[in-house]
């Protein structure tokens, strides 16, 4: 996703600087004129790579609260069986526990 992102950037602001020069090349304007277009393309160019930064920073937000949220949920789990196992163990000892304490009393 980030290479797809920056390959488009990169795309937007090479676009940009040859329309630029062939603006220059083939301009029919006056100095001045041909100046404020380039200003404006230079300002619409930011903007769009503003908006695409942006929708960069959100798609990678949400990745991330995806991870976060299937990481606590897998932590979650494993406490859950740690739990579970922790109890079978407890079960197990007091069993064998319970059993020497019947055969010590019998001796």
Known sequence: MASNASNTVIALLAGAAVGAGLGLLFAPD???????????????????????????VDTLKGKISAVEHSFDQSLNQLVEDGKEKTEDIIEILEAKLAALKKEVSKK
């Open 30 to 56: 006056k100095g001045t004129e041909t100046r404020k277009k380039i200003k404006q393309k230079f300002n619409d160019s930011k903007d769009n790579l503003s908006d695409k930064l942006d929708e960069l």
